[in-house]
């Protein structure tokens, strides 16, 4: 499946699960020095791989006649700071009650280390600035995935389904926390709680085979 492909494949999963309303939300996948990313005022259940630019590293149209999404250059950081190769970016219902209200999402869940732990919200700038793609950056910093104040979440990963099911996940925490702050106040985990999860995850139990 092509880059362009991917993203039309994924864009239509983000609208079905509706991580995404109307024209909201972007992704883009890296290959090498070229990026393919979603178009601007594009739905994206209605993505057509032709629809969809290929951008140099410098935000420079390749190919394509569609112009790339507004957010393009927050996804251009994102791949200039680190070694993601795909990035998905949603206005989902609970991430975004999350970033409008709290400063971060504590872990509450061991599967938040899946994301990296803790997982920051960035602060509120315009979209589409580089103010915003730099407050991203920051708050991404040795995570899978961030917050943006009072706009949505974004999620990396080193293939455009994994970035997804970052994106999946982090939509689940948002929406456990926000279920559990309506029964009390959530408990969350402590460092030695989560470095015990991380160990287990190392040294798993290893079940005998019955004999005969």
């Known amino acids: 499946m092509s880059l362009r492909e991917q993203l039309c494949e994924y864009g239509r999963r983000a609208v079905e699960l509706g991580l995404v309303i109307g ?5 883009s996948v890296r290959q090498e020095d070229r990026v393919a990313v979603t178009p601007s005022g594009v739905a994206l259940d209605r993505l057509t791989p032709e629809l969809c630019p ?3 590293l410098a935000g420079n149209l390749v190919e394509g006649e569609s112009q790339p999404s507004s957010e393009t250059p927050m996804h251009l950081a994102v791949y200039a700071s680190g070694d993601a190769r795909a990035v998905v970016h949603t206005h989902s219902v609970f991430g975004t009650v999350v970033a409008t209200t709290m400063t971060e999402l504590p872990p509450i869940h061991y599967n938040a280390l899946l994301l990296g732990g803790t997982v920051r919200v960035a ?3 315009t979209y589409g ?11 991404l910093e040795g995570r899978r995935a961030v917050l943006m104040a009072n706009h949505g979440g ?3 990963g080193a293939t455009l389904e994994e970035a997804f099911e970052a994106t999946r996940l982090l939509e689940w925490l948002c929406e456990v926390y926000v ?5 009390g106040t959530p408990n969350v985990l402590t460092p030695e ?13 290893v079940f005998p085979r019955r004999a005969g």
């Open 23 to 27: 024209t909201s939300g972007n992704l």
């Open 54 to 56: 290929v951008v140099d």
């Open 123 to 125: 602060e509120y700038a």
């Open 129 to 139: 600035t580089p103010e915003l793609a730099a407050n991203v950056r920051a708050a």
């Open 154 to 156: 974004m999620t990396i």
């Open 179 to 183: 279920r559990a702050l309506g029964v």
């Open 193 to 205: 709680q989560l470095d015990a999860v991380v160990e287990r995850a190392f040294n798993p139990p």
